[in-house]
């Protein structure tokens, strides 16, 4: 299981708006087959390992981080796949809150006499496929918060833009988890004031960019901002309230998706309808109070530098010392290494 585990890390943010699963066939303590949902998420993890696995599959038995599907999707369900290759006994981590499988899959399992185990190493799997279950059980996105802090508490410096706080190691870092997430997202003031490009910039990685979303009330993106000239390449979305004018229609013409939006929470629910399944937050300290306060964040990637901002430095609602009620420290990040330099601190409710 933990090695159908790490496959499915592999293409976690890559596999649209299904889970990214991964699956191991075993036999007499050899593995014969390996699957991960392809990019994309179409085929399944399971029909890629068994035909790996060949006639081998007989008698042999399948870890799938995930309840094999058992709906005709585009594809025909694993389950009964599982079923014809003669799969002997199939462990799976988590049950699939997808109304269309939730049980059934087991169901079409244990029905052909196949001995069928739950629940191996579900807190790890979970955590794999945490986007895909926030989705289906909140109608949201996972969110997850980017912060770089500085020494005395700070994110940046008022009027200065992008101020370096943290180095090469944790800039790697943001963007694998840009590129294992489905949107990223923020607002205006760090827009204008940053012009950052929000992609992926990791050697080989260079298609993994998530689709961009600015937090933008009136239409204020500069139409010379560099996401505004980049929208064809890699979309954006600016959410705007109904009444904004702004720039709205020049970056529309850009490629810009205006979505018109009432708040926080309906426009997450509104990405979630569309299929995101994850949402990185990188700014700036207006979004991330208005978030935190709503009770929309699920994630924190906090990263802390040594060096002092001082005067004219804009606070940041979590610093080094944040321990709120409730939550756990795991010094563990996204791509299960442990790992000093993150501390991601998570809701215990959203593992449990
Ligand atoms: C599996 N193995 O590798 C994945 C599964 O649109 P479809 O037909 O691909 O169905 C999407 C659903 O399939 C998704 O909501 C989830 O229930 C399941 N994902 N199932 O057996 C896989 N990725
Ligand atoms: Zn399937």
Redesign the pocket.
């Known amino acids: 299981m933990r090695e159908a585990i790490a496959l499915s890390l592999s293409h976690v943010g890559q596999?649209g708006?299904?889970?990214?699963?991964?699956?191991v066939i075993v036999k007499d303590g050899r593995v014969l087959g390996r699957?991960?949902?392809a990019k994309g998420?179409?085929?399944?993890?399971?029909p890629q390992a068994l035909a790996e696995a060949g006639d081998g599959a007989k008698g042999a038995t399948a870890y799938?981080t995930?309840?094999?599907?058992s709906?005709?999707?585009?594809?025909p369900?694993?389950?009964n796949a599982m079923v014809a290759a003669g799969i002997a006994r199939v462990v799976v981590a988590v049950a699939?809150?997808?109304p269309?499988?939730s049980g059934q899959?087991l169901k079409i399992l244990a029905d052909a006499d196949i001995e069928v185990t739950i629940g191996i190493l579900q807190k790890e799997a979970r955590r794999a496929m945490g986007g895909?279950l926030t989705r289906?059980t909140k109608g949201r996105p996972q969110v997850t918060l980017k912060l770089a802090v500085s020494a005395d508490g700070m994110l940046g410096k008022l009027g200065e833009g992008q101020v370096a706080i943290t180095g090469p190691e944790a800039r790697t870092e943001v963007h694998r988890l840009r590129a294992a997430s489905d949107a990223i997202m923020v607002g205006i003031g760090t827009a204008n004031a940053d012009d950052p490009e929000l992609t992926v910039r990791l050697p080989g990685q260079e298609n993994a960019s998530p689709l961009r979303i600015v937090l933008d009330r009136r239409a204020e993106l500069s139409t010379g901002s560099k996401l505004a000239k980049t929208a064809r390449d890699v979309p954006v979305i600016l959410a705007v309230a109904p009444s904004a004018t702004g720039h709205r229609n020049e970056l529309e013409t850009m490629g810009v998706e205006i979505l018109e939006t009432t708040g926080l929470e309906p426009l997450l629910q509104t990405l979630g309808a569309r299929g995101i399944s994850s949402l990185m937050v990188e700014g700036g300290a207006r979004v991330a109070a208005d978030l935190l306060a709503q009770g929309l964040v699920d994630r924190i990637h906090l990263y802390t530098g040594e060096a002092a901002i001082g005067e004219g430095g804009i606070a940041s609602p979590i610093t080094r010392d944040y321990r709120p009620a409730g939550f756990i420290l795991l010094q563990e990040d996204t791509f299960g290494r442990d790992h000093r330099q993150i501390l991601e601190r998570l809701p215990v409710s959203a593992w449990l």
């Open positions: 596999t708006s299904n889970p990214s699963v991964g699956c699957g991960v949902t998420g179409r085929p399944h993890a399971e799938v995930l309840e094999p599907c709906h005709h999707g585009k594809t369900p694993c389950a699939d809150p997808d269309r499988v899959g895909y289906q």
